[in-house]
């Protein structure tokens, strides 16, 4: 079994690909945990039905899988028309010498559009769901609070994981990203609670 996912990995995902792969997968966890629990806490503001809930972070799920996939689509395949065409004047006859193409992009480190896209919608999805959930589970005096605590909890093993092999501080990533999605919490409820006031 090892083996067969050794030859997947060295057919299919190669250095540059896998980063771009991980990264993708962490930014999309990372959006879908805040983007739907915002929209989640401001259907919350607005004092909305469990049924309206739901079906808003199930809509604001699927957009935003959607858009971050094809986000992803696009900006890969920029950076990929760019190593393509870094790879073809080293081809040619009168780069092949030049001290500017020393650094060598072969075929091979190219990236994958199409993987960096799947891995955002998934990994989107995946974050998506733990807002979504929690609200959903959740009796209306505890839907704020029980929503809150598993974004929190979420993020911070979203930057526990995306800092791991960085140099960064840990501690300075987890804050960062729960003080983003506490400043979209707060934002969103208050504009919910503004507006459902108005109806």
Known sequence: MLTIIKRFQTRYFHFWDRLNVLRAGILGA?????SVSGIVLGAVGAN??????????????????????GGEYVSVSAQKDVQVSCLN???????????????????????NPL???????????????????????STPAWRLTNTLIAMVIALTL???????RGA????????????????????????????GGAV
């Open 158 to 164: 979203n930057a526990t994981i995306s800092a791991q």
């Open 89 to 111: 004047n080293q081809i040619a006859p009168e780069s092949r010498n030049s001290e500017a193409y020393q650094t060598k992009i072969q075929e091979i480190d190219l990236m």
């Open 115 to 137: 993987h960096a896209a799947v891995m955002s919608f998934v990994s989107f999805m995946l974050g998506a769901l733990i807002p979504l959930l929690a609200i959903s589970l």
């Open 30 to 34: 990372n959006d879908g945990i805040i």
């Open 168 to 195: 960064i501080s840990i501690r300075k990533v987890v804050l960062r990203n729960i003080t983003i999605g506490l400043v979209t919490a707060f934002v969103t409820f208050v504009m919910g609670s503004l507006l």
């Open 48 to 69: 909305m039905s469990n049924q309206t809930l739901f079906i808003s972070g199930i809509s604001g799920m699927l957009a935003g899988a959607c858009s971050m996939a």
